[in-house]
């Protein structure tokens, strides 16, 4: 009061509160309300101009908004300093006047001065609109009104002339201050030397006002655009600079090594293994186990490495949330003052509506903070998402191959969709462990204020419960783990099971697979089912803890002393209180469950990122001239990893510059191990290497990418016409252009699903031509084509006149003998060792294991083509093979027969002739009747992601409903409406009880009030448990029939449709969409229909207590709906737009992590990398908009529920003289849950809605065309078919689309039982059609074919396909042991199993394995060679035995020696079988009984081989062409 009477003069300081009219003294409003925008200024302009001076984002020019506030800064500076001299003016007058009127006036000019120098400030530094300033001149604004209006009442009161100097100076200030304020309000132009302005769709943020950024505001254009017409990905704004791919994972990349580097300097793969878990006798733990329970997790310096990323703005973030919590806490002691101001009728009236403005302020500042906490926590996940997947798939490209072995691409996939999503979870939720105890107790401190010593018995209960919750969310998190596990099976087993789709139709192992899937599935519901009884547990226990410690503190307080009289204030004060302890008590059992799953998902992400890499050592590239052999290895041994034994030893190789090496050996050598040596894929022990120049590489099992032929051929280089087309004519795939759909330009599907064999080995092949490299490796690129084409490509390419002579040195894996006579040097692998090295004339006049390896190959030859004119003398083999080089020489000319092949090159079976099928043409299925038909793109074949526009249609919640169960939802709405009706009852029973009179001190039938609200509380509770536990287990019984229909539906589908439908479309459907199912939408529909009945019950309270509310209820409420419609077409189009957008980065990162190796070998890791980051963009791109979205509708739902407060507030003020003080308190802290309840409401809705996508996706195979039934009921039920084998075509033809021509045409034939045919015919004949007709792999276009009589149209598909048996081209094995891939239906014994191994060669090498029969195969079986895997399907086959055998070059990639074998065993094991051989190497089928001759899809010769050579037609030519004749 001194320092007040100092400055003002002998006044008091307040004389505002207690009159009938609010009214500041002069002193205060001089001083006090003047000062505070001051105050706020010059505290934030140290921080403030620190951070301009930190971000400088550029210069922006003069405009007139800036002149114009510069202008009126001006004047108020004038204004202010002439209130000072008129100030002391007056003083030198004799006038006394106290030091407030020059002190004030001078302090606000000062000021302003200020504020100008910071509005040039940000003009420099490019800041378009100000925060700072904004809230600056709204304070100035408001100190303005009062000073405004005091002056006002002071004129009518005593006459406008008293004063008037500072009567016009008010008057003019207010007007420039509210001038100032609105020009702050708007944007300025933007920076004039930025790069985003000329982005003309960049972000709308950047160049908003402040009141936009902070009410989101500037996100309607596209919510309104969302409702006009369908988004485009062209509609959303490009990712930001600083959410980009480029900006994080570089930044990621670096703080990752930093930390993992200073912590430790290498973790051993071994943390993945088996072994080092402790025994618990389950045999079957995959690695994925250990992936999810790495015991010496090194999840540390991942961590440190995000803080260090994150943790500045994780810490901002935090301190919004701080803010808001503030805010939300001085609401219950403002409803206390309000209920205070009820019951007070003396009360001045203006202090209700003060209140009310005061209740609806904070919580509007209360939304504003929470809200920007949410958008930073959101904006924070996405950049996290971005780092970890950015982080994870350039471990993909580096990971070595021990480390392959430890992750399957199933589990990479889940580490950047599920575990991904677990840490974006916890950063929302971090913060409530350490936020939600304060809240609790500063919840409790109030409560003792009001209750005293009875608020202790709140922690009693609080006590009680929170033990309860954290075993229950214990056990949860534990059933949620389990879960984890078997989703990680499933997804492995899904994933083999759709990589080799073809192989499991074709032997009719689908129910099998399916079977197996089901098994996991069944588990990771049982888990499922078990962690959702325990969430409804748990959250019975969350919403009854508000009532519990109501109940025990209410009754504790009324019945230890009946003086104590339970008023409105106290009673409903305290439950507001509850409301808030109960909303931090379930926030720290949820907070913490999402930091144990965040735990398991970073120690699941560390493991990953902590695998062995790749020694960059290891390749020993040399890019020096004086290194003059292009390769060279000394004394080197190498192996696959640290824990193996070498599988190469004592390697000495030198390869010249220029010269062509050929490697040999039997099968399991190590032949591709040696080039896997070179490109530096092993492990080495010991030795040095060095290779010199840059390496092009053709694997065994060819890499093709999903993208068109050109594509994969270019691999990145610029387009050279005239070398590109001298590589296609050498490689042989000029006629193959021609018959595709849009030639060079036509899509292959995910891993050259479309293509031949053949075409993908040389399409591969072209690649590494193109690419001009100084080394050639190639890992037998000629066995997967006809001899006549490999004929041409070893002459074209390789040979010493091809396109590669030109000091290109080449290293040459073969199993084609009859081109060694032509390359400079042969290298023979015995076990792992150079057993001979040196040039073919040196290797035969040895003698020695060159010789012998030479000789069984010839012996096999020439018995597979018994009665060949052969040179039985001493010296044969090596004239054999001379006249096998004069024959290939001469081959290699006639350029004219390989050019008027008018097909693709070679064809493997149940490649289904695709590619002369517009199998690539993509098709756009209409979902919806709004949704056209687009143009089919030629030469498109795999479908993209497909979108709905619009709403979700309603037969979809309708399909949701009928697969829960119509009753169980009828049950479920019931279970709600009951327990929200005792929840009113409760809560009415309460405002009665606290408006019982008070006689004599006490208040009457106390135990009767409590025992009442006691019993509704417990009903209640038990009603909430219930009706959860109902929506969640109907839930997961939903999630089973839709998963069920979706795994049916899918294995059902043809082969064109797998051809058409990119796997990461598939895997999409049955992890993430899935997952939605499981969790998301039971979870959502739980909330939705609890907020729904939460909502009516509050309507229902504040229309009883106030029923004028209901004027603004009613209009407010219509804004909600507004505000909902336009927000869920927007957010349900993004959401599946984005949902489109993730496929193909699981897609490319499932192609990656196939074909590491040769992108590694080609060195192209940076161009795969950048197209990630652009995937990883494009998917960001869309997440950006969705989040601000939900953030956009929380702000104004939240405000509009503000509104229902004040409302509700203001009715109660205007009506306090009928209103008792229980309905009001009942009314208003009800009002007060209204934002939350809405807020969420919608919010829940819109999670359904968007969700329920999933529902439609997985539902949207339902419609696709389906093969042909598996079984047929009565047929082949009494009779046993085919006894006999005889096979019969009867005018038979077959087109592989109704729109194409077609590939087999009028075929007449007929096959006796037992008979053995050989197949032939060149490129593009229809010889693999014949198989494909006969297996139903397509239907038939007319005619019929008739086995044993019975004509298979007939049949059911399996019943057909398990009678015939398939050795296809490529050899298909599945993660697990071998016994399941030998037998898949369990039909054999073992003994049956090691007779069949015995007959393939196979038994020594499985009796040496550790586990035998048990030996795990890994992923694609990439553990075993693919001789031997070839091997391991020959012996599957022999175990089935069947009457029919189809052989489609089934040996093509095992030795000759090994070939011979399996022949003789085919023949003694299949001797009364019908055996089709469709031949790719014409010796295959010499000792055929019949030979058929197919042209142009129509039958040129069929008869024995002595008859054909003997008519000296097509097939006698060619026989010359293979150098046979």
């Not at 922006?60 to 001006?74: A, Q």
């Not at 990122?609 to 020993?620: I, T, V, W």
Request: charged share 20%; net charge neutral; aromatic share 10%.
């Amino acid at each position: 009061m001194a320092a007040g009477g100092a400055l003002c003069g002998a006044r008091d300081w307040n004389q505002t509160w207690y009159t009938n009219t609010p009214r500041f003294t002069w002193c205060f409003e001089s001083t006090v309300i003047a000062w505070i925008p001051c105050a706020y200024l010059w505290i934030c302009f140290p921080f403030y101009y620190l951070y301009l001076r930190h971000k400088n984002k550029g210069y922006i020019r003069m405009s007139h908004i800036f002149k114009t506030k510069l202008v009126l800064g001006f004047i108020l500076v004038i204004l202010c300093f002439s209130n000072v001299f008129f100030a002391l003016w007056e003083i030198s007058q004799g006038i006394p006047r106290a030091p407030a009127f020059f002190i004030s006036p001078a302090m606000v000019g000062i000021t302003m001065i200020l504020a100008m120098f910071l509005t040039q400030a940000e003009r420099t530094m490019g800041i378009q609109s100000s925060g700072i300033l904004l809230i600056y001149w709204l304070l100035s604004f408001l100190a303005a009104v009062v000073m405004f209006s005091s002056k006002v009442q002071h004129a009518l009161e005593r006459g406008f002339l008293e004063d008037h100097f500072r009567h016009i100076t008010t008057y003019l200030y207010a007007s420039l201050v509210l001038g100032e304020l609105v020009l702050f309000c708007l944007v300025d132009h933007p920076p004039f030397f930025s790069k985003a302005v000329n982005n003309p769709n960049r972000c709308p943020e950047a160049s908003s006002s402040f009141l936009s950024k902070i009410t989101y505001w500037w996100f309607s254009g596209l919510v309104w655009k969302g409702c006009q017409q369908s988004l485009g990905v062209d509609d959303l704004w490009p990712v930001r600079n600083e959410d980009s791919s480029e900006e994080i994972v570089a930044w990621a990349e670096r703080e990752w090594k930093k930390y993992h580097s200073r912590t430790q300097q290498k973790m051993e793969s071994a943390t993945f293994k088996k072994s080092q878990k402790c025994e618990t006798g389950i045999v079957e733990a995959e690695e994925t186990e250990v992936l999810l329970q790495s015991e010496h997790s090194q999840s540390g310096p991942l961590l440190k490495a995000f803080w260090s990323m994150f943790g500045t703005y994780f810490l901002l973030s935090t301190v919004c949330l701080v803010i808001c919590d503030i805010f939300l806490f001085s609401i219950p002691k403002l409803l206390s003052l309000f209920l205070e101001f009820i019951e007070d009728q003396e009360a001045p009236s203006w202090h209700g509506y003060f209140y009310a403005f005061t209740m609806f302020l904070l919580a509007c500042l209360q939304t504003l903070f929470e809200q920007r906490y949410m958008y930073m926590c959101l904006v924070l996940g996405l950049r996290l998402k971005t780092a970890v997947t950015g982080l994870v798939y350039r471990k993909i490209l580096v990971m070595s191959n021990a480390s392959r072995k430890a992750a399957t691409v199933g589990e990479v996939v889940n580490l950047v969709s599920v575990d991904v999503q677990k840490l974006m979870d916890l950063i929302i939720y971090f913060n409530g462990t350490w936020l939600a105890p304060i809240r609790i107790i500063i919840c409790f401190v109030f409560l003792w204020q009001l209750l005293g010593p009875s608020a202790l018995t709140s922690i009693a209960v609080f006590l009680f419960l929170l033990p309860l919750n954290f075993v229950i969310t214990k056990k949860r998190s534990q059933f949620q783990e389990i879960q984890m596990k078997h989703k990680d099976e499933r997804a492995k087993l899904t994933n083999a099971i759709l990589s080799d789709i073809k192989v499991i139709k074709l032997y009719g192992w689908e129910k099998t697979f399916m079977e197996k899937v089901l098994g996991i599935r069944k588990q990771e519901l049982q888990a499922l089912k078990r962690s959702q009884i325990l969430f409804s547990a748990s959250l019975a226990s969350f919403h009854s803890s508000t009532f519990l410690i109501a109940f025990v503190m209410f009754a504790v307080y009324t019945l230890v002393d009946n003086k104590h009289i339970l008023d409105a204030q106290k009673a409903f004060v305290c439950l507001t209180l509850i409301n808030i302890l109960n909303t931090a008590h379930s926030f720290l059992p949820l907070s913490i469950n999402a930091a144990v799953q965040a735990k398991v998902s970073l120690n699941r992400l560390a493991a990953f990122l902590n695998l062995e890499e790749l020694n960059p050592e290891s390749s020993g590239r040399n890019t020096s001239d004086c290194v003059q052999a292009s390769i060279t290895i000394r004394n080197g041994t190498f192996c696959w990893s640290k824990e193996t034994s070498p599988c190469l030893r004592r390697i000495d190789l030198t390869v010249p510059q220029g010269s062509l090496l050929a490697i040999v050996g039997q099968v399991g050598a190590g032949k591709s191990s040696l080039l896997s040596a070179l490109l530096g894929e092993l492990e080495k022990t010991d030795g040095c290497m060095t290779m010199k120049g840059t390496a092009a590489y053709v694997p065994q099992q060819a890499w093709i990418q999903n993208a068109s032929v050109e594509d994969n051929i270019l691999f990145g280089k610029e387009m050279d016409e005239t070398w590109f087309n001298r590589v296609i004519d050498a490689c042989a795939l000029q006629p193959d252009l021609q018959t595709f759909p849009a030639g060079q330009k036509s899509e292959i599907g995910e891993k050259g699903i479309n293509i031949s064999g053949g075409q993908k080995q040389r399409v591969n092949l072209a690649r590494a031509v193109y690419q001009k490299a100084s080394i050639y490796l190639l890992d037998d690129p000629l066995s997967a084509v006809d001899a006549h084409v490999g004929q041409h490509i070893f002459e074209h390419v390789l040979g010493r006149n091809g396109l590669l002579k030109d000091k290109q040195t080449r290293v040459l894996v073969t199993h084609t003998i009859n081109i060694l006579p032509q390359v400079d040097n042969i290298v023979l692998l015995v076990d792992g060792t150079i057993s001979e090295i040196g040039s073919y004339q040196e290797l035969l006049q040895r003698n020695g294991a060159f010789a012998e390896f030479l000789h069984s190959h010839i012996t096999a030859e020439e018995k597979a083509g018994a009665g060949f004119p052969g040179n039985p003398n001493e010296n044969r083999i090596l004239k054999h093979l001379e006249k096998k080089c004069i024959c290939f020489t001469a081959i290699g000319d006639t350029k004219g027969t390989i050019s008027s092949r008018n097909g693709p090159s070679q064809e493997k079976l149940f490649s289904d002739n695709s590619v002369k099928s517009s199998a690539m043409g993509r098709e756009t299925i209409p979902v919806s009747q709004d949704c056209t038909t687009a143009a089919a793109t030629k030469g498109i074949l795999t479908k993209g992601e497909r979108t709905q526009h619009g709403r979700v249609n309603t037969s979809i919640y309708a399909a949701y409903l009928k697969v829960t169960g119509l009753p169980l939802c009828v049950y479920i709405i019931l279970l709600f409406m009951c327990q929200q009706a005792v929840s009113f009852s409760r809560g009415y029973w309460l405002s009665i009880w606290t408006d019982d009179p008070v006689h004599n001190g006490t208040q009457q039938h106390t135990e009767l009030r409590v025992g009442v609200f006691g019993a509704l509380g417990v009903i209640q509770a038990l009603g909430r448990f219930t009706s959860t536990a109902a929506v969640l287990l109907g839930g997961v019984l939903a999630s089973h029939k839709l998963f069920l229909q979706l795994l049916r539906n899918v294995a059902r589908s043809p082969m064109v449709f797998f051809e058409q439908t990119p796997i990461g479309n598939l895997l999409n459907r049955f992890s993430r969409e899935m997952d939605a199912i499981d969790s998301v939408i039971p979870d959502k529909l739980k909330s939705f229909l609890g907020f729904l009945f939460n909502l009516l019950e509050i309507y229902l309270v504040i229309i009883v207590a106030t029923p004028r509310a209901a004027m603004a209820i009613v209009p407010l409420t219509l804004l909600y709906a507004a505000f909902q419609h336009f927000y869920v077409i927007t957010s349900c189009q993004l959401r599946r737009i984005e949902a489109a957008s993730r496929s193909p980065i699981y897609s490319h990162i499932s192609e990656t992590f196939q074909g590491s190796s040769v992108i590694r070998a080609y060195k192209d890791q940076e161009r795969f990398i950048l197209k990630s980051n652009f995937l990883v963009d494009e998917n960001q791109r869309i997440c950006f908009p969705g989040a601000v979205a939900d953030r956009w509708l929380a702000t104004n739902l939240e405000f509009l529920g503000n509104g229902i407060v004040l409302f509700a507030a203001l009715f109660a003020a205007m009506g306090r003289t009928h209103l008792s003080p229980g309905t009001a308190g009942f009314s208003i802290s009800y009002a007060l849950q209204i934002t939350g309840v809405l807020n969420w409401m919608v919010r829940s809705w819109t999670e359904i809605e968007n969700n329920i996508v999933s529902v439609e996706r997985v539902r949207e195979y339902l419609r696709t065309p389906k093969e042909a039934p598996w079984t047929l009921n009565g047929k082949l039920q009494d009779q046993v078919w085919l006894t006999e084998g005889r096979i019969e075509f009867r005018n038979y033809s077959l087109r592989y689309r109704p729109n194409l021509e077609l590939a087999l045409k009028h075929v007449n034939l007929t096959i006796n039982g037992q008979e053995k045919i050989g197949i032939t015919g060149r490129t593009g004949a229809g010889k693999s059609t014949l198989a494909v007709g006969l297996l139903r792999l397509v239907e038939a276009a007319e005619g019929a074919i008739l086995i044993d009589g019975l004509d298979i149209a007939q049949l059911g598909l399996h019943d057909l396909r398990n009678k015939i048996t398939v050795i296809p081209q490529d050899p298909v094995l599945f993660s697990g042991s071998l016994r399941m891939n030998l037998d898949p239906l369990n039909r054999y014994t073992d003994a049956d199993i090691w007779t069949a191994l015995e007959l393939t060669q196979l038994k020594n090498f499985v009796a040496d394995l550790p586990d035998q029969l048990e030996y795990k195969c890994t992923d694609q079986g990439e553990n075993l060679s693919t001789g031997q895997k070839q091997l391991v399907c020959l012996a599957r086959a022999l175990l089935q035995k069947a009457k029919i055998l189809i052989l489609d070059e089934a040996t093509a990639a095992v030795d000759l020696e090994t070939d011979l074998q399996i022949q003789s065993t085919l023949r003694a094991q299949f001797k009364d079988s019908t055996v089709l051989t469709i031949a790719h190497r014409i010796n295959t089928v010499m000792d055929c009984d019949r030979i058929l001759v197919l042209e142009n899809g129509r039958i040129a010769e069929f008869d024995t081989l002595e008859h054909l050579i003997a008519q000296k037609g097509l097939f006698y030519r060619l026989m010359e062409e293979s150098g046979l004749a």
